[in-house]
């Protein structure tokens, strides 16, 4: 049986020389090679398609090439848009981390202020019954307010500005100036390391004296 001749190399022709090669001999070249492998494998098969050398180039090649060229066409197209869902996906996934990483920086950055700002003994202020500090109405209403929390628990400005029903620079103002007279301690509130207050026990004191104190009659 004589041996079967490869189909040519479109790349490479007979001169030997590399060439850039023709869209119609680049189109066939798949269709050639399926043709030579099923007659070179399957010589039976080939046989009764009546399959052969001769068909290189040809009608069957044709189709045959087609055939392979959608195959790599829509294969082409789907990685691509399998190469897209994974960039998102993995974008997605690297944003959400890289802002995990920052909330838990901010929360370990205002803990860390929070434990500088309670080291040491704080000493809490003293003062007569009579020597009670000057308070405004909406400044006895903050601690009130913070009198009235769950312990373990603090109020963050934006909460403070909304039972008063204030702006939130007018609630800060008052928390500064609270916390200025050792009457509230800030602390840490909120996922996001908002700053939040607590009653002192001097604030506590505070309270208990003036709702101790004897009204004008």
């Known amino acids: 049986m004589e041996p079967i001749p490869t189909p040519l190399n479109p790349f490479m022709p007979e001169t030997g020389a ?12 798949p269709g050639d090679w399926l043709i030579y492998l099923l007659a070179s494998r399957v ?18 090649a044709g189709f045959l090439s087609l055939a ?5 066409a829509i294969g082409a197209i789907a990685t691509t848009s399998a190469v897209r869902r994974f960039d998102r996906a993995l974008t997605s996934t690297i944003a959400g981390a890289a802002a995990e990483l920052r909330r838990r920086i901010r929360m370990a950055l ?5 434990r500088r700002s309670r080291r040491g003994d704080r000493k809490e ?3 007569e019954v009579g020597e009670l500090p000057a308070l405004r109405h909406e400044e006895l209403r903050v601690l009130e307010l913070h009198a009235r929390l769950t312990p373990g628990f603090a109020m963050a400005v934006g909460d403070v500005a909304e039972e008063l029903d204030v702006r939130g620079y007018e609630a800060r103002a008052l928390l500064e100036r609270l916390a200025q007279l050792h009457l509230l301690q800030s602390t840490v509130g909120g996922l996001d390391g ?16 003036r709702y101790a104190r004897p009204r004008p009659a």
């Open 18 to 29: 590399l060439v850039l090669p023709s869209v119609g001999a680049l189109f066939f070249l």
């Open 43 to 60: 010589p039976a098969a080939a046989q009764l398609l009546q399959v052969g050398p001769s068909d290189y180039g040809g009608t069957l």
């Open 68 to 72: 392979v060229w959608l195959v790599l």
């Open 110 to 114: 205002a803990f860390a202020r929070y």
């Open 125 to 127: 202020p003293s003062f």
């Open 194 to 209: 908002d700053t939040a207050y607590t009653l002192t026990a001097a604030g506590r004191a505070l309270l208990q004296l």
